[in-house]
């Protein structure tokens, strides 16, 4: 069974294609992972899903609902979390929480229920009073992980969730990712990183807007018969591109000289 079902999705923004023609599936249960440099067309894969943007062409279907025609549905259903972390810096952890609880809609038993277990699960335990802008980047970084969860969605969606926070704060955060995936949730997260990367059960990757290729990571390194996953995409970028990604290096290298 797939979570999320993706046929020649497209968006367009003037003569500009964001995206071009992408498909791909996204099994229940597992953790997805979407990579690509900025600008390759991972956010706004993500704003369509999440219903915020239209598609152009193609369609998209989260747990079965039409991304074009059941938005609300589809919004029920997910959590979203950004490297921004949408969170209301002068309101405390607990009254975040209850913000974000209100929003969804759960009564009263439903958010304290759900509080409890996203309190125990992030670690916030003791810090339920703290204002949010006074949270160090990883606390923070729980806290909207923990909001976005609040409505117990079936599938969470985490766009970069782990830039700018310390080595640490991300190893636990992926820790947390590790065990909502056990619990059955279903998971599509964009990095930069390959070790998060290399923590995905399923990869995909793409480039100027068009998706290059799909696999574990296993097979995709056997695939181009290289070492490391961060082999495995500059492959890809220097055949899209016909250029060897060293001879931009030396480029930059030569400006930075002059420069100098």
């Known amino acids: ?34 990579l690509g440099p900025n600008g390759s067309g991972k956010s706004t ?29 589809v919004k029920s259903k997910i959590g979203y979390m950004s490297q921004k972390f949408s ?5 405390t ?8 609880a209100g929003i969804y809609g759960l009564n009263k038993k439903e958010r304290d229920i ?11 335990q003791g810090r ?17 992980l923990g909001c976005a969860l609040i409505h117990n969605p079936e ?21 947390m990712i590790y065990t909502l995936a056990s619990e059955g949730i279903t998971i599509l997260v964009t990095t930069h990183y390959m070790d998060e990367a290399e923590s995905c059960d399923i990869l995909a990757f793409i480039f100027n807007s068009k998706l290059m290729t799909v696999g574990t990571p296993e097979e995709l390194i056997k695939k181009e018969r290289v070492n490391n ?5 500059i492959n890809y970028v220097e055949k899209s591109t016909n250029e060897k990604v060293e001879n931009s290096f030396d480029i930059l290298r030569k400006i930075i000289k002059k420069e100098v």
């Open 87 to 91: 969170l209301y810096e002068d309101l």
């Open 155 to 175: 599938i969470l969606i985490l766009d970069e969730p782990t830039a700018g926070v310390d080595p640490v704060s991300r190893r636990i955060f992926w820790e």
């Open 1 to 34: 069974m797939n979570a999320i079902e993706i046929k020649g999705l497209t968006k367009k923004f003037g003569d500009f294609k964001a995206v071009d023609n992408i498909s791909f599936n996204v099994p229940k249960g597992k953790i997805y992972g979407f």
């Open 93 to 100: 952890v607990d009254e975040n929480l209850n913000f974000y």
């Open 45 to 73: 894969t993500i704003r369509m899903l999440c219903g915020v943007l239209t598609p152009t062409e193609g369609t998209a279907y989260v747990l079965g609902y039409d991304i074009r025609k059941e938005r609300e549905k």
């Open 229 to 233: 996953l961060e082999d495995v995409f």
């Open 114 to 124: 759900r509080k409890k277990y996203i309190i125990t699960m992030a670690g916030l």
């Open 128 to 144: 339920e009073k703290n204002i949010t802008k006074n949270l160090s980047g990883g606390w923070k970084q729980r806290l909207a």
